[in-house]
């Protein structure tokens, strides 16, 4: 049966970080247990009701493509069994399935963004500007249209509460410096170039997705937290795709769109959901793990 956590309590361990979904804790020895909450996120504000086993599912998903896609860059997994540093009295099966243990990494302050298609934030600069993250595209593209070819838009990584930022990769490199910067660019596009491909023989379309990473003390990239999940990619139903209007996904969409509905500013705290957006939400996670992974959940 899928679980249900909100927020997680290890006693004993060292609580790193709580983002919009994920709970660090250090586990000393140079390696981190990171917990995949059911907590959601919808416009950068944490939502008070979780979507019930949604962090079994997103780290399933994660765990999936991190061995499909290791030949390509090694990932931040360990291997170490969760069970082995759990504390104890700890219930084992509320993390089996949510948790992994990790290697400490130093983050690229950059989100690494590939994208195959013009749609979301991408679609808005375009419209404006012509380009997205100063990349020139070609006049007359519509909603929803594959470019060209996948282009790599970085942009800043905000602090729980505030917004991400499109930034072009001048700034990028400004940042990070130039070598890493391009490896974190190669990297983010042959991965996304072989997860969409590996998404259409299913019948999905891979429209755009974020990746995270990380170096270790030899200054060696790896991907790291979550990786091609419907949290930080763009998936759409290969059937319902249609250019010219914004696809429906694989993600939080019924929570968005339920959301614009209401009188609400997109500031904290953020409203209840209903029973109805809820169910119809984890539906769509299920199906995405099932299509892609092969994987079905109670």
């Known amino acids: 049966m899928a679980t249900t956590l909100l927020q997680s309590d290890l006693p004993g361990l060292t609580l790193r970080h709580r983002g919009k979904v994920r ?20 416009f950068d504000v944490v939502l008070p009701d979780p979507i019930p086993g949604k962090g079994e599912m997103l780290c399933q998903i994660s765990n999936f493509w991190f061995d499909k896609t290791a030949h390509i860059l090694p990932n931040h997994l360990t291997g170490i069994d969760v069970a082995s540093v759990l504390p104890a009295g700890v219930d084992r099966a509320l993390y089996a399935r949510r948790a992994v243990v990790t290697k400490k990494l130093k983050p690229v302050p950059v989100e690494a963004i590939a994208r195959g ?13 012509g380009r997205i993250s100063g990349i020139a595209l070609p006049d007359g593209l519509q909603q929803a249209e594959q470019l060209p070819q ?23 490199v400004a940042t990070v410096g130039a070598d890493l910067a391009e490896q974190v660019r190669d990297a983010t596009l042959r991965i996304y170039q072989y997860a969409a491909d590996y998404a259409a023989l299913r019948g999905i379309v891979l429209a755009d997705t974020k990746f995270e990473f990380g170096t270790d003390a030899d200054g060696r ?30 993600d939080k969409q019924f929570v968005r769109d339920y959301l614009e509905t209401l009188d609400w500013d997109k500031t904290a705290p953020g409203p209840a959901l209903p029973a109805e957006v809820i169910e119809r939400t984890r539906a769509k996670y299920a199906e995405a793990l099932q299509r892609l992974a092969g994987i079905s959940v109670d």
Do not use: C
């Open 150 to 172: 996948p282009i790599f838009t970085p942009s800043t990584k905000a602090a729980v509460g505030d917004h991400d930022e499109n930034i072009d990769f001048d700034t990028m």
């Open 221 to 250: 990239l790896y991907v790291m937290d979550e990786m091609l999940t419907p949290d930080s990619s763009r998936y759409w139903p290969a059937d319902q795709y249609q250019v010219g209007s914004s696809p429906p996904s694989y």
């Open 117 to 129: 298609y013009v749609i979301g934030s991408g679609w808005k600069d375009y419209q404006r500007t």
């Open 23 to 42: 709970d660090v804790f250090d586990l000393g020895n140079e390696t981190l247990l990171i917990v995949a909450t059911d907590r959601l996120s919808a």
